[in-house]
């Protein structure tokens, strides 16, 4: 009997521990940097209600701005995934280098929007708040000077997260956020002798963090301990081929991604109109909701590359297989998630602030939070899949549409016109995922990905 090729080898079945070895490492990769944020949330909070919600608001901006880099991410990832399992890791490497090279140019922009433009950015905030737009101009405009390296570091780990080497990046990531947890304490209060920063204490000690991650990144991209290589002479020699080509995969993921994030700072806005309290509570929820839903990404992620590599080796069956245990598998662990957050909701709440109108009012609201974690969980992993499928445009005119519907119209009638509050923002998103997850899984089960194509270059 004649030995596997390459290829067949590297479409093997894929089993619910490959899903697991690949997604576990990831969950504490993506974790990690939002549990951070967490944790400078629950100092910052501490500091006051208008400094959580200024610092919060900057965060949210932050995010904002960071969506635009999934051109660069996603188009050089699903393009990489295609040539992994093709073994053609030439032509992986290449696109490494040429997202890398204009993530570059692109974080030099940001920087400078972040730190010219923070100030009328902020003027979401209530005008009789002008505590909490301080926070927010003075975090900002911090964290705009290490814009480059956090923003050059963002791209190259997702791409390696996407290539599957999770294990690696959890370890960069672990590092850079025990860094940045460790100088907040001395940062934000003044510490142990260090002066007393407070929102340009807390922005600084992600920046100095990052860098750190950034100088490991580098070293395992040139080390040859992972997926791909980093050359300098392609990093620093433009193809406008292969730059159209990251721009036509990735584009509709930006698109799709700035739209959702652009909803999400709507919501925001309606939050900030009712108060300080109610901003205070969303700013909470936001935190705890960014967390888990990195760690549902983290099974996003693992459908996105097993179905993009089996693709890649023509295994189309197998993409479809891994695709829905990755689901199954992401079903299992929100629904523990979502006992976990009604079960200790005084505890999780009172980490955040100690302020009993805050806690009071998102008692209220948290069985909300709970319930949404299912119908998100899930659709985040149908989503990977499409993506893994280059089902790019679909899922960009689904975003569109959805917050049109439910974060802009929807939003407007339930607490302008109905008064109900956080409460109401929150059941939106619940039926928002609802509603996009079984029309993505309706998609992938009918097999519209697997039509889909592009060409390679040299082709």
Not at 15 to 44: C, G, M, N, R, Y
Not at 109 to 129: A, M, N, P, R
Not at 247 to 266: H, R, S, Y
Not at 273 to 285: C, D, K, Y
Request: glycine share 8%; charged share 15%.
């Amino acid at each position: 009997m004649p030995s596997p090729t390459k290829k067949e080898m590297s479409a093997q079945p894929a089993s619910l521990k490959d899903i697991l070895k690949t997604s576990l490492p990831a969950v504490f990769d993506l974790s990690s940097q939002t549990i951070t944020w967490l944790i400078e949330a629950i100092f910052i909070g501490h500091l006051s209600a208008a400094a959580l919600a200024g610092v919060g608001i900057s965060l949210q901006i932050v995010l904002l701005t960071l969506a635009i880099l999934l051109t660069f991410v996603m188009g050089a990832s699903i393009i990489i995934l295609r040539y992994l399992g093709a073994n053609d890791t030439w032509n992986a490497n290449h696109v490494l280098a040429k997202a890398l090279m204009m993530g570059t140019v692109m974080s030099i922009i940001i920087g400078l929007v972040w730190y010219f433009g923070g100030t009328q950015i902020t003027h979401i905030i209530k005008e009789d708040e002008p505590v909490a737009r301080q926070f927010a101009v003075q975090w900002l405009k911090t964290a705009s000077f290490f814009a480059p390296i956090f923003v050059v570091n963002f791209i190259a780990l997702g791409i390696l997260r996407m290539a599957g080497d999770t294990m690696i990046t959890m370890r960069i990531n672990l590092t850079a956020n025990l860094i940045h947890i460790s100088l907040l304490p001395l940062l934000v209060f003044g510490n142990f002798g260090f002066p007393r920063l407070e929102a340009k204490g807390a922005a600084l000690a992600i920046g100095i963090g990052h860098s750190v991650g950034f100088l490991i990144t580098l070293y395992y991209l040139r080390s040859r301990k992972c997926a791909l290589f980093l050359s300098f002479r392609e990093y620093t020699t433009p193809n406008w081929e292969t730059f159209k080509l990251l721009f036509k995969l990735g584009l509709p993921t930006t698109v799709e991604q700035l739209v959702w994030a652009f909803g999400q700072l709507i919501i925001s806005f309606f939050a900030a109109r009712m108060g300080i309290i109610p901003l205070a509570v969303h700013q909470v929820f936001i935190r705890i909701q960014s967390v888990l839903t990195m760690v549902y990404q983290a099974f996003g992620i693992t459908g996105m590359t097993m179905v993009g590599k089996n693709l890649g080796a023509d295994e189309e069956h197998l993409a479809l297989k891994v695709g829905r245990m990755a689901g199954r598998v992401a079903f299992f662990a929100s629904f523990g998630i979502a006992l976990i957050l009604i079960l200790l909701q005084k505890y999780i709440l009172s980490a955040f602030t100690t302020h009993p109108e805050v806690i009071a009012y998102g008692r209220k609201v948290v069985i909300i939070l709970a319930l949404l974690q299912i119908p998100r969980a899930v659709n985040i992993v149908f989503s990977g899949n499409l993506r893994g499928g280059a089902d790019l445009n679909w899922l960009m005119w689904l975003s569109i549409f959805s917050v049109i519907a439910f974060e802009i119209f929807g939003a407007y009638v339930l607490t302008v016109i109905f008064h109900l509050g956080l409460a109401g923002l929150w059941s939106l998103q619940v039926v928002d995922e609802t509603t996009r997850l079984i029309l993505n899984r309706s998609r992938f089960r009918r097999k519209k990905w697997k039509s889909l194509k592009f060409n390679m270059l040299g082709e």
